[in-house]
């Protein structure tokens, strides 16, 4: 039972994808902690986890894998160390942080009881934590429209990347939670029509504590096929606004005056004996209803 205590909270979404910390950066000694967590988790070494999982939870600058991984190992090891109440807020941060978690049943009631609470607690809230982002683009630019949706009120600010290339730099913008907000998005460079974005909503240790998407694995959007590179408009595609000459209604116009005159022409061709009409007219002139003399 304990193996498989340990092989169910110790499994990651097929999704998720480990950070590559940078050298010397403030993150370097995180994924290290929080393997370590695991790894004693697994040894059912449950206080030297909670206490590893604890300290983790504690840092700044933790990207969103490893606050979800960390709160796990805290939220479960809370409850087989009969912290009931510990494990039963840090089940509802790990739902904050990953609305689609759930305990496995065979845990047992010691680790489903504060689970169930903190689920029915989570489930009372207004709206679901998360972000939703929509992307409008087309080669000339275009719209990035994110709203964070942040019922505890945990989120301090919302970072914005995106890039046209598949590799280097992400232009960043920084922007405030809220409904639909919009983050212009830069022309494409010549030939390039994929663009790569992310979105993390951070709290005040500028931990990851929602996102859509990652610096290592973002969300795309394609620019639309056939947008124009000139004229003055921006996020929309648009159409090319030049066009064929068969496509113009004078050329047409033209086309049907002609073909009307050159049958007229062949009706009179097919004709040569016929002698030519005559005809002569005579007006004839009214003095109100009568005729004049």
């Not at 606050?67 to 090891?77: D, K, N």
Request: net charge neutral; proline share 7%; charged share 20%.
């Amino acid at each position: 039972m304990a193996l498989v205590l340990a092989g169910s909270v110790l499994s990651a979404p097929a999704s998720a994808q480990r950070p590559k910390p940078t050298a010397g950066s403030s993150l370097a000694s995180a994924p290290a902690d929080v393997e370590t967590a695991e790894q004693l988790y697994a040894k059912l070494d449950y206080e030297q986890a909670n206490a590893v999982a604890e300290r983790v939870v504690k840092k700044n600058g933790l990207t969103h894998d490893q606050l979800v991984r960390a709160y796990r190992i805290l939220a479960v090891t809370h409850a087989v160390l009969d912290k009931e109440e510990q494990a039963r807020d840090a089940f509802l941060q790990l739902l904050t942080y990953d609305a689609d978690y759930q305990a496995d049943p065979n845990l047992g009631p010691k680790v489903n009881t504060p689970f169930s609470e903190a689920r029915g607690s989570f489930r009372s809230l207004p709206t679901k934590p998360g972000i939703d982002v929509s992307a409008s683009v087309s080669t000339n630019g275009g719209t990035l429209r994110v709203t964070t949706r942040d019922p505890t009120r945990i989120v301090k600010k919302v970072n914005v990347g995106y890039r046209w290339t598949s590799s280097g730099e992400y232009s960043v913008a920084q922007i405030n939670p809220g409904e639909a907000v919009a983050v212009e998005v830069g022309a494409a460079p010549p030939t390039r029509t994929r663009l790569d974005f992310y979105v993390q909503a951070l709290d005040e240790r500028d931990n990851a504590v929602l996102e859509a998407g990652n610096p290592n694995v973002p969300k795309s959007a394609f620019a639309e096929a056939g947008a124009s590179r000139g004229g003055s408009g921006g996020g929309a595609a648009g159409k090319s606004e030049g066009g064929s000459v068969f496509s113009s209604p004078i050329f047409w116009t033209f086309i049907g005056v002609a073909a009307i005159g050159g049958g007229t022409a062949l009706f009179f061709a097919l004709r040569p004996n016929d002698p030519p009409s005559s005809a002569q007219l005579s007006p004839i002139i009214r003095c109100g209803g009568d005729r004049c003399n």
